[in-house]
């Protein structure tokens, strides 16, 4: 009797051990951000780059020509009307029109000439809008992974909330980066930390954590948040990485989503790699993300818009389509579109 006493306890322990094991880890595979002193840090890298490494990539840096690639001519009468397909239209750069069931999303809206704090300085836009800012449909919300200025650009806001003045979209935006939103005009922000959700209609929306940094002005370094979108429904997971270096985040992305049907996902600004490295993929990499995340279908952003690093702006795309056939890729299952181009899934 005192044996199987014994026994049973020492099962229990055992079982409560386990239980309170599970749950540390899945906690701390699923922590929100990590901070000091207020500076927002990466899950996977401790190395920042330090300004004396932003000169010597500036002074050795050759950059090479601006390229333009073509623009489809889209129907935006057509994304007007659209309450029922699912569909996505690439305006440029990491910029999306994402339609689903009738909720219309724009992910890191940038509609303006320059990527840049000045009007008439800073890299230019190659290749114009595919989609004009007044031929969007009503916009219900807006995802913005973080304050760079590629990705955050002031002048589009603006002009978004001056043509929905009434009603305005939704802003989901990482933290600490409400107030920057809010002085353009916008009263719906929606700040979210790494592995927090908000509800809308039917959708989910996930904050997720990736690989990067965030600057806009001389002092502000890493003292916002940044990071990637989950958009979910009961039948439909779209994925918006941002920007983002390759770590180990995808895979915990994957632990908790399972997969994706839809992900959009860098491959251009990587070259030269010992400064890049860490805050953007390369396209083998970028192959690899889709890959971690278990996505069905990947579109490529972040390439043939502005000129922001070292590598040919074309390159982006000739190394995608070779890597595809090398890594033996379905026929598009990780594929790039054409600025203007819509999709229905
Ligand atoms: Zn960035
Ligand atoms: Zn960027």
Redesign the pocket.
């Given at each position: 009797m005192l044996r199987r006493n014994f026994i049973k306890k020492i099962l229990l322990f055992s079982l409560a051990f386990l239980s309170l094991k599970t749950k540390i880890m899945a906690n701390s595979l699923f922590k929100p951000f990590n901070i000091e002193d207020g500076i927002f840090l990466n899950n996977y890298v401790t190395h920042k780059s330090s300004f004396k490494d932003f000169w010597k990539w500036r002074k050795e840096s050759n950059k090479p020509q601006p390229i333009s690639f073509p623009v489809v001519k889209n129907n935006p009468s057509y994304l007007k009307s659209n309450k029922s397909e699912k569909t996505i239209t690439w305006v440029g750069h990491s910029t999306f029109l994402i339609q689903i069931d009738g909720i219309n999303i724009l992910t890191d809206p940038h509609f303006s000439k320059r990527a840049s704090p000045l009007s008439f300085m800073g890299p230019s836009r190659t290749t114009p809008p595919g989609l004009n800012i007044d031929d969007l449909p009503f916009i219900d919300l807006v995802l913005i992974s973080?304050n760079?200025y590629?990705?955050l650009d002031a002048k589009t806001i603006k002009l978004l909330l001056k043509k929905q003045n009434i009603n305005q979209p939704i802003f989901f935006v990482p933290l600490k980066l409400k107030e920057t939103i809010s002085k353009l005009g916008a009263s719906n922000v929606i700040e979210q930390e790494w592995w927090q959700m908000s509800k809308y209609k039917n959708l989910e929306i996930h904050s997720v954590p990736v690989q990067?940094?965030s600057k806009r002005t001389f002092n502000d370094t890493n003292k916002t948040l940044?990071c990637g979108w989950v958009v979910m429904t009961n039948n439909f997971k779209y994925f918006f990485v941002g920007?983002t270096g390759y770590s180990k985040d995808f895979q915990d992305i994957q632990k908790k989503f399972g997969g994706f049907d839809l992900s959009t996902i860098p491959i251009g600004a990587y070259a030269p790699r010992w400064f890049m490295k860490d805050?953007h993929c390369n396209v083998e990499e970028a192959i690899q993300i889709h890959r971690d995340v278990n996505s069905k279908i990947s579109i490529a952003m972040h390439w043939g818009t502005f000129q922001l690093t070292d590598e040919p702006m074309d390159e982006p795309i000739k190394l995608l389509k070779q890597l595809s056939k090398k890594l033996k890729l379905k026929k598009d299952e990780f594929s790039y579109m054409t600025h203007g181009q819509t999709r229905k899934f």
């Amino acid at each position: 009797m005192l044996r199987r006493n014994f026994i049973k306890k020492i099962l229990l322990f055992s079982l409560a051990f386990l239980s309170l094991k599970t749950k540390i880890m899945a906690n701390s595979l699923f922590k929100p951000f990590n901070i000091e002193d207020g500076i927002f840090l990466n899950n996977y890298v401790t190395h920042k780059s330090s300004f004396k490494d932003f000169w010597k990539w500036r002074k050795e840096s050759n950059k090479p020509q601006p390229i333009s690639f073509p623009v489809v001519k889209n129907n935006p009468s057509y994304l007007k009307s659209n309450k029922s397909e699912k569909t996505i239209t690439w305006v440029g750069h990491s910029t999306f029109l994402i339609q689903i069931d009738g909720i219309n999303i724009l992910t890191d809206p940038h509609f303006s000439k320059r990527a840049s704090p000045l009007s008439f300085m800073g890299p230019s836009r190659t290749t114009p809008p595919g989609l004009n800012i007044d031929d969007l449909p009503f916009i219900d919300l807006v995802l913005i992974s973080h304050n760079h200025y590629d990705h955050l650009d002031a002048k589009t806001i603006k002009l978004l909330l001056k043509k929905q003045n009434i009603n305005q979209p939704i802003f989901f935006v990482p933290l600490k980066l409400k107030e920057t939103i809010s002085k353009l005009g916008a009263s719906n922000v929606i700040e979210q930390e790494w592995w927090q959700m908000s509800k809308y209609k039917n959708l989910e929306i996930h904050s997720v954590p990736v690989q990067h940094w965030s600057k806009r002005t001389f002092n502000d370094t890493n003292k916002t948040l940044w990071c990637g979108w989950v958009v979910m429904t009961n039948n439909f997971k779209y994925f918006f990485v941002g920007d983002t270096g390759y770590s180990k985040d995808f895979q915990d992305i994957q632990k908790k989503f399972g997969g994706f049907d839809l992900s959009t996902i860098p491959i251009g600004a990587y070259a030269p790699r010992w400064f890049m490295k860490d805050s953007h993929c390369n396209v083998e990499e970028a192959i690899q993300i889709h890959r971690d995340v278990n996505s069905k279908i990947s579109i490529a952003m972040h390439w043939g818009t502005f000129q922001l690093t070292d590598e040919p702006m074309d390159e982006p795309i000739k190394l995608l389509k070779q890597l595809s056939k090398k890594l033996k890729l379905k026929k598009d299952e990780f594929s790039y579109m054409t600025h203007g181009q819509t999709r229905k899934f």
